[in-house]
């Protein structure tokens, strides 16, 4: 996991962390697979049948149960959190509760698996047990000054690869979604990333499915490509969708793609501090149904986004959330005509005391390709 960041920076979340827990009035929180782990320790645990276990008391020093055998994969935090490994023949969930001693009320981190849940309840029956978002969302969504940078990395190196996309580097015609998909991937390794999450290439009537999965439809001279991809860069994700067109394009996709450009260029600048999470979305969908096209605009605007692709907060009809600076997010507004054509486009934005800055800028309109 993101190694490079500093301990001084674990223990600055921690501490937030702890504030976040008096607010909630929370005694103790624990943390098992997921990511608010890795956001506390720099640990993410791996999907284990043996528990991997955080356990932050209100107040006091925090210990991370581990199984002996993973304890070499984690770097150690002395001034954040203390190792605690078990091994083979101990019960883990019993270290648990005698760490957890006199807490009364637990935040449990959505990912622990049920199996400790269950055994830890019988430990301890008259406990209060809440979800650890109640605690780690205001950290979380508020990305800080390391994260940001990580963000910024990450969007960065996705935009290389963008560039190559507008630059004609990945031939169209005549090759399939999936083997282009392959070749965007690919480019997103080299470019910096060490996980690719997803590579969407959809041509023609597949750019109408959202989330279409790249197959075996070999792309034509004349359609729409659309292109959404991201991945994992130092811990933090990229996600970037930009669409080419092979050939001039006609006049009902460019006429299309000109309201697409002017509603996600205005909920970019709709991320300002004190506005809400659904008003980036009341401002995208006003202009795409200005024009016409409300119909055809079936997800919301977009998704927080972090170590996770997709995490709170969510630009959305419902979230009134007011944008805090930190928040990282994309805008991401599409029109798919069913059977014709889809279009999106996506920047991740990070809203600031000045205003959104935009981690993604590469060139927005739609590239016209010629193979
Ligand atoms: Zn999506
Ligand atoms: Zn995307
Ligand atoms: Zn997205």
Partial sequence: MNTNTSEAVYLD????ARTEMKRAGVDALILSVGHDLPYLTGYLAMPLERLTLLVVPQ??????????????????????????????TDDPVRLAHELLGNARTIAVGDQMWSRFLVDLLQHRPDNKYVRSVEVMEALRSRKDAAEIA????????ADRVAAQLHAGEIPMVG?????????????????????????????????????????????????????????????????????????????????????LMEAQAAGVAAGVLGSSCENVDAVTRAIIDAAGYGEYFVHRTG???????????????????????????????????????GMRLED???????GPVAVNNANHALVVLDR
């Fill in 13 to 16: 979340r921690i501490n937030r």
């Fill in 59 to 88: 107040i006091g020093k925090a210990s991370l149960i581990i199984p002996r055998l993973e304890a070499p994969r984690v770097h150690e935090l002395p001034t954040v959190f203390s190792l605690v490994p078990w091994n083979e």
């Fill in 150 to 157: 990580a963000l910024k990395a990450a969007g960065a190196a």
């Fill in 175 to 259: 090759r399939t979604e999936a083997e282009v998909s392959a070749d965007i991937s690919a480019r997103l390794i080299a470019e910096g990333h060490q996980k690719v999450n997803f590579a969407i290439v959809a041509a023609g009537e597949n750019a109408a499915s959202p989330h279409h999965h790249a197959g075996d439809r070999v792309i034509k001279h004349g359609e729409i490509v659309l292109c959404d991809f991201g991945g994992t860069m130092n811990g933090y994700c990229s996600d970037i969708t930009r669409c080419v067109h092979i050939g001039e394009p006609p006049a009902d996709i460019a006429a299309a793609y000109a309201v």
């Fill in 303 to 341: 998704h927080g986004i972090g170590m996770e692709e997709h995490e709170d907060p969510y630009m959305v009809t419902g979230n009134s959330t007011p944008i805090a600076a930190g928040y990282a997010y994309s805008v991401e507004p599409g029109i798919y005509v069913p059977g014709k054509w």
């Fill in 348 to 354: 991740i934005v990070v809203a600031t005391e000045n």
